[in-house]
């Protein structure tokens, strides 16, 4: 069965820390990774990552992926109060005739205060 | 930007009732999701619909749910017979194919279902 289990499960942070969050897996038929931010409702996808050790990078969040030790990390520079949600991390099992479905780690919420 | 949308926001049923839930998946895209969401747990994956045939179930998408996509743009989860285990908030998804692309799926804002 795939696994994705986040790390931590909660952070509270002042506005301008930087922020660190981890995600391993497991899974059969490892496609991709994906990190998503969930406020009140629906995740917004930020990254897709597929190859290790390639970052991506949008503003102030980055992401890479190490497909040899199965993990990724998610880093967030300068938080603000808007970056408070809960970040999810699901991964794509591309084996056999899937198209595409998503497992989701149970997300880590984080807390900026001012 | 091109928006997943789903309506209503908040659906209310007795169980037993049957309750339809609905989506409309951005334009240019070919494959639609259904993940639930029970209050405190993680997303779970429900179902994948491509090409007008479900490609993908999950165990929890038993024989009381079904989906549709009954003309172009509209692709709806049915429950026939809710259950208090059923409350959720629903999302839908989709994603653009093929190939790499259809990796990324992008979710509508959710349907909190509530089952009295």
């Known amino acids: 069965e795939d696994k994705v289990v986040q790390s931590p499960l909660s952070l509270v942070v002042h506005e301008g820390d930087t922020v660190t969050l981890n995600c391993s897996y497991e899974?059969?038929?490892?496609?991709?990774l994906l990190w998503y931010k969930q406020e009140k409702k629906a995740p917004t996808f930020l990254f897709m990552l597929?190859?290790?050790?390639i970052e991506k990078k949008s503003g102030r969040l980055s992401s890479i992926l190490d497909k040899k030790e199965l993990f990724s990390i998610l880093n967030i520079t300068a938080t603000q109060t808007g970056d408070s949600a809960v970040y999810l991390c699901?991964?794509?099992?591309?084996?056999?005739?899937?198209?595409?479905?998503?497992?989701f780690g149970q997300g880590t919420i984080l807390t900026v205060h001012p | 930007e091109p928006e997943v949308t789903q309506t209503p926001s908040h659906q209310v049923t007795q169980m037993g009732q049957e309750v339809i839930l609905r989506c409309v998946p951005i334009?240019?895209?070919?494959?639609f999701y259904w993940y639930r969401q029970i209050l405190g747990q993680k997303v779970e994956f429900l179902v994948s619909?491509?090409?007008?045939?479900?490609?993908?179930k999950s165990e929890i998408f038993d024989d009381q749910f079904s989906v549709e996509r009954p003309d172009g743009s509209n692709f709806t989860l049915k429950i026939r017979s809710t259950k208090l285990e059923d409350s959720a908030m629903y999302f839908c998804?989709?994603?653009?194919?093929?190939?790499?692309?259809?990796?990324?799926?992008?979710f509508g804002p959710g349907t909190r279902l509530t089952v009295t």
């Open positions: 619909f491509y090409n007008n045939e479900i490609s993908e």
């Open positions: 597929t190859s290790s050790g």
């Open positions: 899974v059969t038929n490892f496609r991709s």
């Open positions: 998804a989709s994603s653009e194919g093929p190939r790499d692309r259809y990796y990324e799926q992008y």
């Open positions: 699901a991964v794509v099992n591309a084996g056999g005739t899937s198209y595409g479905k998503l497992t």
């Open positions: 334009s240019n895209h070919l494959y």
